[in-house]
Each structure stands twice: as C-alpha cells, then as structure tokens.
C-alpha cells in the first residue's frame, strides 16, 4: 500500500485559491475512479472535483469554509499497487506528486454545486419502494435541498435521488414528503409547538442531546452565501450609500409592451418590462457617464467605462446571483429579452458560466410581484449605482389638471456618495423616469 497526496488542481483564469463548499465523501471512504469528492467554490465558479484514481480516503485537506491554495493538499489516498504512481513510496510515506495531481481534475463544471441535469421526478409508487429502509447511506444534496428536507422534517437518506451523480434534488424532497411514505415518522402529542420539531424517529440513546440542543442547529456559513455576505458587506464598509426615491408612471409604457408583445412572440420571444428598463438605464448612463463609472481604489482613479454591461440581479436557491446583459448599448429590445431569458433560466438552473456573472458596470433589481413600496438597494460594488425596480400598482394620478387611474412604480436608486452627488443622482433617476413615461423616446436611442 502508499499513500498518495491529492492537490487542489491549477482551475486557471488566475484562481490562486478555493473554498471548500460541501465534502461529497468522508475518510475512510473507499473512492472509485471519477467520483465526485468535494465542490470548491472560486472566484470564478463553483467546480466539483473528481478521484483521479480509486483507493481510500485517509486524510481530507480542510473542513468546509476553509480556503485551501492551488497546490495544497486536497485528499490524502491510500492506494494499492496497481492504482499508485510508479513512484510511490511502499513505506506509507506520502507521495508528493507534483505532476499528475495538478491536472487529474475529474468533472469541472462552472456551475453551482450539484446542479446538473435533472431527470423526472420519482413517482409515489417508487418513493414507495424505498420505504422499507434507507435509500442512501450518503445521501448527495445542496445546501439548499437539505434546507428544504430540513424544513419538512424528511431524512436525506430515504429519499430516492433524481439528480446528476446520484444527488437528491429539492424535488425529490417535496415529492417524497408529499407521499407521505417516511415510516419512522412519529406525531408527537400536541402540547405546544416545541413538540412538533421534529417528525423523524429519535434512538433513546440521544433523547438527551435533542432536549438540551433541538431548538438550534448549527450549518457552515459558507460557499454562495458567505461570498454574498463578504460582498455584500464591502459594498456597505466601503461606499457611502444614499438612495433617493421616486414615482414613475408606466401607463405610457404598459401601453407599449401590449402592442407588441404579440409580434415579439411570433419572433419567439416573451417581452417583459425589463429590456425597455434595461434602455432606459443604458440611455440615462449615455448623458450622466460618471454613473457608468468605479473607482479603482489601487490607484486612486476613477474609471470611465465606455461600455455598457448591465447586471440583472436574479434570485436562486443558492442565493442573488447577478448575471450580465453585455454590450446592452449595441442590443435591439428582442435582443436584450432573449438574453435576459437565458440568463435568468442559467442563473436558477445552477449553469451559469463565470463570463456572464462578471463586468457589469451598472446594476438593475427587481422584486416584481414581490416588490413592495420601496427598498434600499445595496450597491453592487465596485459599481457607483444600482435601481431597484417596484411593484407595479394602479393609483390615482393628474394628467392635464385631471385625476385619472394610472400604472404607476416607485423606483429606488442607491448611489456612492463618495463619488455621486446628491444632485447628479438625482438628474440621473429623473433621466430614467423620463424615458419610461415616454416610452417613444427609447426608439430615438435603439439600435
């Protein structure tokens, strides 16, 4: 037998590091060639990295939430002599190969963890089936999918997987839980609502570790949500947001769109309201460019991009993501939807590619449905601006000296004070308003 040291793979495109996201084995385990061990989450993208070769896991390189460096060790395998490198050590000293283990990277996908193709859902009849005992000894799941079957009180284990790589997927979850098929579930007598925590069946032997812990639980902070957080809180440390709050009346704009989404439908493709913002930002950019601006804190410059690449902050299971419409500028309305529409189902499906979650310079948010009254958006730094797009509502409005019913939002924009001032963020949003309530205007500015 020798032991032969794994490491973390050079990805390329500059990543120096990774964070370890979810382990997909443990040690001990016995590995085949390509199975999926760890997902490691960069700058870039999130990839999952496969056994270069079979053997046994001894030793694995971080826990999860840990940064681990291109070249460092990664997994510590035992291997028998007709898997070890020719070079390997008899003695049980660890083989420090520097060659192969650099590129024998099994499946890397710029892609969320564990979001591959799915197949068809089981039906109850299976979910049936695997009632008797456990499904999976080790089951493989999101974060978000073990949120879920958290949520709903369901074991992992008894779930039959539908996913790519034998993963259970969210809805998996919610089909097993809807068959109702879990045959250790127990009702606990209803004397308050600390008694229904749980529906899974508890060994006596940990009834005391339950009664002192099963109102909290602790999970890693980590992978999508801690890179979210981290961004999230330089944006607010760094720039001085002020957000500035108006009215727009869309009737104008409503109007529009129902004229044509029937042709952009026969062109294949759903208009919503968001390309004809997507222009009407790109147009107000065009006459204020120090929105369209960052500032390089290396060098205390301030850089004017002369191009125009809108991020559409989308929301997934894995947290807000915000996908890039590149070169918004150049794009025709059908244009700027389709890529919209690719974006988004990418952005849910866990397929983004790293290119298109990079280069904005200004950013759009929509809750839709969702929206509320207003909100104060959080620059997605180190952009200088970013609107928040509001629900839609009708309410009285004056036109010619007449109150009439119109389709009226509220748009936030959130600025760096550093950088905009008050009256210029101003201008800019009045910009925009401009163009939406006079929608006609956006075909002088189209391509």
């Not at 999860?64 to 003695?91: K, M, R, Y």
């Not at 210029?424 to 309530?437: H, K, P, R």
Request: aromatic share 6%; charged share 25%; hydrophobic share 45%.
């Amino acid at each position: 037998m020798a032991l032969w040291e794994f490491k973390l793979p050079d990805i390329g495109e500059g990543v120096t590091e990774g964070e370890i996201v979810n382990w997909l084995v443990k040690e001990g385990d016995v590995v085949k060639d390509d199975q999926p061990m760890v997902e490691v989450m960069t700058d870039k993208a999130t990839v999952t990295i496969a056994a270069p070769r079979a053997g046994v896991i001894t030793k694995l390189g971080g826990k999860v939430g840990q940064i681990v460096a291109v070249h460092a060790v990664l997994v510590v395998f035992e291997l028998d002599s007709t898997n070890a490198p020719a070079h390997g050590h008899a003695n049980g000293a660890p083989n420090k190969d520097d060659g192969p283990a650099a590129t024998a990277v099994g499946d890397i996908k710029e892609s969320l963890p564990g979001m591959g193709a799915r197949k068809p859902v089981a039906a109850p009849a299976q979910l049936a089936s695997a009632s008797a005992g456990y499904f999976n000894d080790k089951p493989l799941a999101t974060p978000a999918t073990r949120k879920t079957a958290r949520e709903l009180g369901i074991d992992l284990k008894r779930v039959p997987p539908s996913g790519a790589q034998g993963r259970v997927t969210k809805d998996d979850v919610v089909a097993f839980s809807r068959a109702d098929v879990e045959p250790t579930t127990t009702r606990q007598p209803t004397a308050g609502a600390s008694q229904q925590m749980t529906r899974q069946a508890t060994p006596s032997s940990a009834i005391g570790a339950i009664a002192a812990g099963a109102l909290e639980e602790r999970v890693p902070f980590a992978g999508m949500r801690r890179k979210i957080a981290n961004k999230m809180a330089q944006s607010v440390h760094t720039a001085a947001h002020f957000t500035f709050v108006e009215e727009c009346d869309v009737t104008a704009l409503k109007s529009l769109r129902e004229r044509l989404k029937a042709p952009a439908l026969e062109a294949g493709v759903k208009l919503t309201f968001l390309p004809f913002i997507v222009k009407a930002v790109v147009a107000a950019l065009k006459k204020r460019p120090i929105l369209n601006s960052a500032l390089d804190e290396t060098t205390s410059e301030l850089v004017y991009r002369k191009y125009y690449n809108i991020g559409i902050a989308a929301s997934t299971d894995a947290g807000l993501m915000v996908p890039v419409v590149k070169d918004a500028d150049q794009r025709s309305l059908l244009d700027i939807a389709t890529e919209i529409d690719r974006l988004g189902n990418e952005a849910k499906t866990g397929k983004s590619k790293a290119a298109d979650l990079s280069g904005s310079t200004f950013t759009i948010t929509s809750l839709g449905a969702d929206g509320g009254l207003f909100a104060t958006p959080i620059i997605n730094f180190p952009e200088v601006g970013i609107l928040g797009v509001h629900r839609m509502k009708q309410r009285p409005v004056v036109k010619d000296g007449q109150i009439v019913i119109g389709e009226v939002m509220l748009l936030s924009l959130s600025f760096d004070h550093r950088i905009v001032d008050g009256h210029v963020g101003a201008a800019f949003a009045y910009d925009i308003i401009s163009y939406l309530e006079n929608p006609d205007r956006l075909f002088l500015q189209m391509v």
